[in-house]
């Protein structure tokens, strides 16, 4: 299976920063990498597929590069419903497998 | 706006079935544009994929759960199914019913609000 490795576990950040979550796969991926964010208590809610495609209707603030391995999660001028957990997930290879998750908390 | 909403006992028995519907709104299970899948979460954990069924029966399962999984459409109800069998405490989880696109690279997942299962004597 194809291990994903979310860095860092869990970050606490303000209002109006700038934070960047990153994901590494254990091998490969092209672009075939998807991230979802996820509230207390609610369903995941996809932001960015395809690794930089953004999904409709989720701010442009929400923003994903990468490719191969190697691939992140920016989200600027944080804003409170922004606190919550991001999942990255990987589809180029079954099974289907997500990183851990980066729960991201308000300083 | 596609809609999807499980359905199926909060309880179930070790060594027994956990069966869970999903129902659809806003979209057919019989579209070959889509997977229909399911996802777990158990309590405090990470999202493990269980796997999907596509239109024309094709089912892809988690090898790790492939044992004990059936996905199953029933396209006059616009439904499709999950039955695990064999539980124990360890599937105790959120579970959560999905679409997924063809090609997965074309578009975003949707999912459903899930479900909550224990595995519990």
């Known amino acids: 299976d194809i291990q994903m490795t979310q860095s860092p576990s869990s970050l606490s950040a303000s209002v109006g920063d700038r934070v960047t979550i990153t994901c590494r796969a254990s091998?490969?991926?092209?672009?075939?990498l998807a991230w979802f964010q996820q509230k207390p208590g609610k369903a995941p809610k996809a932001l960015i597929y395809?690794?930089?495609s953004l999904q409709s209707g989720v701010p442009s603030k929400f923003s994903g590069s990468g490719s191969g391995t190697d691939f992140t999660l920016t989200i600027s001028s944080l804003q409170p419903e922004d606190f919550a957990t991001y999942h990255c997930?990987?589809?180029?290879?079954?099974?289907?497998?997500f990183g851990q998750g980066t729960r991201l908390e308000m300083k | 706006q596609v809609q999807l909403q499980e359905s199926g006992p909060g309880l179930v028995k070790p060594s027994e079935t956990l069966s869970l519907t999903c129902t659809v709104s806003?979209?057919?299970?019989?579209?070959?544009?889509?997977?229909w899948g399911w996802i777990r979460q158990p309590p405090g954990k990470g999202l493990e994929w269980i796997g999907y069924i596509y239109y024309n029966g094709s089912t892809y399962y988690n090898p790790s759960l492939k044992s004990r999984v059936t996905i199953s459409l029933d396209t006059s109800k616009n439904q499709f199914s999950l039955r695990l069998s064999s539980v124990t405490a360890a599937d105790t989880a959120v579970y959560y019913c999905a679409r997924a696109p063809v090609p997965l690279y074309s578009s975003s997942w949707s999912w459903g609000q899930g479900t909550l299962v224990t595995v519990s004597s």
């Open positions: 806003g979209a057919s299970v019989s579209s070959s544009s889509y997977y």
């Open positions: 091998q490969g991926i092209s672009h075939y």
């Open positions: 997930q990987q589809y180029n290879t079954y099974p289907i497998t």
């Open positions: 395809a690794a930089s």
